[in-house]
């Protein structure tokens, strides 16, 4: 199983919208330990009240450290790219998808842990908190009027219970997610006039999920003989799904 960590890897680069977002209940690493790991995921959902279309993907390492052996704490840091589809900030009847350039960098922080355990079954919680940097976009609507997109930075909550059921080496859980968002921007708008006098505007527009509900399904397995595993994972969200594939090694 030597060659195990350079096929995950291959696998990471080529994963579609596969979520090692949220994972099964038990901490990963034993008590006292860590763990250090790499992971892609990709979500597309509505967010409310406004019934925008959020297509986000993220690539980061991951990092977590055990206080018990029922709760942990977890990080993750890299590059997210993100699109709003067909945003409307001229003219109702005129709609634009407006995304970042490249991946921004973001940084999460979050709780997973075990609750409870009876037998290969066991319940238990995660809930991650993420910061996206802000962007800022230039949108040209037709001859005489264009706009820029100033967008503060986005907040992300994710929170769900996760049942686990021990199968062989591996792990097999589910469980219900809640997700929460908000986005802000100033809108500048530059228009202009019959004798070329120009007529600026500055409007604020928000983007939030009020409390997205939905559900997941994955599992997680040992790779190998060297604390390597290997977890995926697949959401379906209000409006959307979600997906991921994790590959980390424990200490």
Known sequence: MRYAPWAALVLLLIAAPASAQ????????????????????????????????IDRNRVYFEGSYAF?????AFGRVGG???????IDTYE????????????????????????????????????EAAWYFGFERSV???????????????????????????LGRGVLYAGPLIHFGYIRADVRTHEFGPDWDVEDSV??????????????????????????????????MRGGCAGALGFYRCW
């Open 22 to 53: 949220i994972g099964p209940p038990r901490p990963r690493a034993s008590q006292h330990g860590y763990s250090l790991g790499i992971g892609v995921h990709n979500s597309v959902s509505q967010w409310m009240p406004y019934d925008y279309d």
């Open 92 to 127: 109702p009847d005129m709609t634009r998808d407006v995304s970042t350039d490249g991946y921004p960098a973001f940084l999460s922080f979050g709780l997973r842990g075990e609750a409870w355990r009876c037998g290969r079954l066991s319940i238990g919680a995660s809930c």
């Open 203 to 236: 409007d604020a527009l928000t983007i939030r999920d009020k409390g997205g509900c939905g559900g997941f399904f994955g599992w997680r397995t040992p790779i190998g003989q060297n604390d390597w595993h290997l977890q995926l994972e697949g959401a379906g």
């Open 80 to 86: 997210s790219d993100m699109v709003v589809n067909k």
């Open 140 to 166: 040209r609507w037709n001859y005489d009027a264009y706009q820029e997109l100033l967008f503060d930075a986005t907040t992300e909550i994710t929170a769900a219970v996760s049942v686990g059921y021990d």
């Open 68 to 72: 018990t052996p029922g709760l942990e």
